[in-house]
Every structure is written in C-alpha cells, then in structure tokens.
C-alpha cells in the first residue's frame, strides 16, 4: 500500500483548549501563509468580579459606618454621601472603569504556528507579537480569589529582546490549560521546527500505521496468516523475528 507523504494542514497532533474562540481574531492581522492554532479574548466576568470588589472594599464600609454612628436615616446618608463624592466618583471612578472595560472589550489574543499575539485598542489598534523563540519564560498567574470564582487568570510571557520585557494575557479563561498547549506548541516547533513539520510527521506515522494494519505474513515457526505487525504468533504463540 502507498504511503501519502504529503502534510495535510487540517490534521493538527496538538488539541486546543476548550476556551478556544473560533474567528474572535481579526483575520487582517495574519499573514497569508499563517495558520491560527489558538483565539480567544479577555473574559469579562473578570472585569466585573475586579469592580464588584472595588466598591465592596471601599464604599460599603462607608456607607455602614454612617448608619451605625449616625442618628440620621440610611436613605438620607446615602444620598449625602452619593451627592458628597459624585464628582470624584466620575472623574477617578467611571471614566477609568469605562476606558479599562472598552480596553478589554476590544482586546484579542491569538496563538498562530509562528508567534503569540495580543491585539488591542479603542479607536486605534495596537499589535504586539513575538515569535516562539524570542520567549524564554510564561508564567501562570491565578489570584485565588479570582480563580476561586471566575476560573480565570493571566499569562505573562517574557521576552527579554523586548523592551517592556514581557507581554500579558489577562482574564483569561483555564490559564493552566493555555499554558500547557502553548509549551506543547513550543516544544513541538524545537523538535520539528515548524508546525508544518508536525503535521507532515503526525500524518506520515498515521498513514504508515495504516498502511501496516492491514497487511498479513506467515509465521516462520508454524506457517499460519498473521498480521504483519504482531510480535508473536496467536497460534503458536512464538516470537517472530
């Protein structure tokens, strides 16, 4: 039987995480000959659990200590102290929180066969990627508290070449998971030394497998039919050679 020797570039060896988002990266932004492996974006329950505990912090407190130490009614504080601070609470409070929630709201992440990248920006994108060999370090972080109720977390990867020195994938869902497929994906490429490698590899072993599974021989101790690939004959049960 024929062995097919040529890659097929829709057989992947490596699984992606189940947070993979299909067609979230703006295509634009990949070259022609580049191949998306991993997409996916910020998850926002991050950005609200963050803000959630922000207020809870800092303003609950207040509004507690009020009523304990107060003879005024709850309603009446709480307008005072809304009234008090409304300024502060839109030019330090909600303009930043609106500008950090529209920041993350367009932001993309991708791994391709060649780089790892990070797209964001409001009214102008920016691009960041670095290619597999600049990184010489990730790191999973997972603050428990934010892990504990949204599953999320962050990447940093460190690129020393660089020179901000590293690039961050924050709020991102099953970090561990990410993690570990983008090692695969950077041990895969020393091994091989391209993606296109590995499928042509993982291909070729497949259909080498499959050209053998079927095919027969005789054993050389008893003469039966037995599959080419077998060790030991399941009549006589002698190794063969």
Not at 1 to 7: G, I, S, T
Not at 59 to 65: N, R, Y
Not at 118 to 124: V, W
Not at 208 to 226: E, F, Y
């Given at each position: 039987?024929?062995?097919?020797?040529?890659?097929n570039p829709n057989v992947s060896p490596i699984t992606p995480p189940p947070s993979n988002m299909p067609n979230s990266f703006p295509r634009i932004y990949i070259g022609y000959t580049e191949s998306i492996l991993y997409e996916t974006k910020p998850k926002m329950r991050g950005f609200f659990f963050i803000i959630?505990?922000?207020?809870?912090?800092?303003?609950?407190?207040?509004?507690?200590?009020?009523?304990?130490?107060?003879?005024?009614s709850a309603d009446y504080l709480i307008l005072l102290f809304l009234l008090s601070v409304f300024p502060i609470i839109i030019f330090f409070v909600l303009i930043p929180i609106l500008r950090v929630y529209f920041k993350y709201?367009?932001?993309?992440?991708?791994?391709?066969?060649?780089?790892?990248?990070?797209?964001?920006?409001?009214?102008?994108?920016?691009?960041?990627?670095v290619t597999y060999d600049m990184i010489t370090t990730v790191e999973v972080r997972k603050p428990w508290i934010l892990y504990k109720f949204t599953k999320l977390g962050s990447l940093t990867f460190f690129v020393p070449s660089m020179g901000y020195g590293r690039l961050v994938w924050n709020f991102v869902e099953d970090p561990d998971k990410v993690y570990k497929y983008i090692l695969d994906i950077k041990n895969q490429i020393t091994l091989y030394g391209s993606i296109a490698n590995i499928y042509f590899q993982a291909n070729v072993l497949?259909?080498?497998?499959?050209?053998?599974?079927?095919?027969?021989?005789?054993?050389?101790?008893?003469?039966?039919?037995?599959?080419?690939?077998?060790?030991?004959c399941p009549y006589c049960g002698r190794k063969q050679p």
């Open positions: 039987m024929a062995v097919n020797l040529q890659p959630i505990m922000i207020f809870s912090i800092f303003f609950i407190p207040i509004v507690i200590s009020g009523i304990l130490f107060s003879s005024l709201k367009n932001t993309y992440y991708a791994i391709t066969d060649s780089r790892v990248l990070i797209l964001q920006g409001i009214f102008s994108k920016s691009l960041i990627s497949g259909n080498v497998i499959a050209a053998n599974v079927g095919q027969t021989k005789r054993c050389v101790h008893c003469g039966k039919q037995i599959k080419s690939m077998a060790k030991y």
